[in-house]
């Protein structure tokens, strides 16, 4: 397996409480990727990274915020979490010209 | 970025080929083809990816149209340990760029 990982990987939280979620890797892969996974939603795509401190939008971008200040770390933040962000969360890694390859997922659950 | 079509389900037979189509009729000219599947709740993994001509490796085999509009992954003889959601999406690779996967075509294998 790829050297990624999530933490944590299950959780419960409150509504409006701050969530953090980490993803690892240990392969020195450029791009990082944050995604949601719903049922009759697929994939999609919430925030990614090309670089430390080099990050943009994708599909679903309201209500999270992200960081990468070291290669190795992609940090995924729900500033006020919400019943709407129930969900399970991937990340993945890739360098360019190559396959990307997913953590294990999280599964949030916001109460 | 362009982005993919694919049927949401398809069911085959056990031992039978497997045909799943996807269209990119937008892909631009260094774009990737690349298809990932995901088995029950599990992070979506690898299988192939071709630019232009037909690939093969020891999981599937991938047909691009000569155009590159559509592309077809055959699974030679399906299992039921090939049940799974299967992702077809374009890659511009080594520039920076968003994965979209979308929701993928639900494969079912059947005994």
């Known amino acids: 397996d790829a050297g990624i990982t999530q933490s944590p990987r299950h959780k419960v939280t409150e509504t409006g409480t701050p969530v953090t979620l980490r993803c690892h890797q240990t392969?020195?892969?450029?791009?990082m990727y944050w995604y949601r996974q719903d049922p009759g939603h697929g994939l999609r795509l919430i925030h990614y990274s090309y670089g430390v401190k080099d990050t943009d939008k994708g599909e679903v971008s309201d209500g999270y915020s992200v960081s990468r200040s070291k290669t190795e770390d992609f940090l995924l933040t729900l500033e006020s979490a919400t019943s709407s962000q129930t969900s399970v969360y991937f990340c993945?890694?890739?360098?360019?010209?190559?396959?990307?390859?997913f953590g294990q997922g999280t599964r949030l659950t916001v109460v | 970025d362009a982005k993919t079509t694919q049927p949401t389900s398809m069911d085959c037979a056990e031992g039978r080929a497997a045909n799943l189509p996807c269209n990119h009729s937008t892909i631009s000219g260094n774009e990737y083809v690349y298809w990932y599947r995901q088995i029950h709740s599990q992070g979506p993994q690898y299988i192939i990816h071709?630019?232009?001509n037909n690939e093969t490796n020891e999981m599937a085999s991938l047909i691009i149209t000569e155009d590159r509009k559509s592309s077809t992954l055959i699974l030679p003889h399906a299992t039921l340990r090939d049940t799974a959601v299967y992702y077809c999406i374009v890659d511009r690779g080594s520039t920076l760029g968003r994965l979209y996967f979308g929701r993928g075509t639900q494969l079912t294998v059947w005994p």
């Open positions: 993945a890694i890739k360098s360019g010209g190559t396959e990307a390859f």
């Open positions: 392969e020195n892969h450029r791009y």
């Open positions: 071709g630019l232009k």
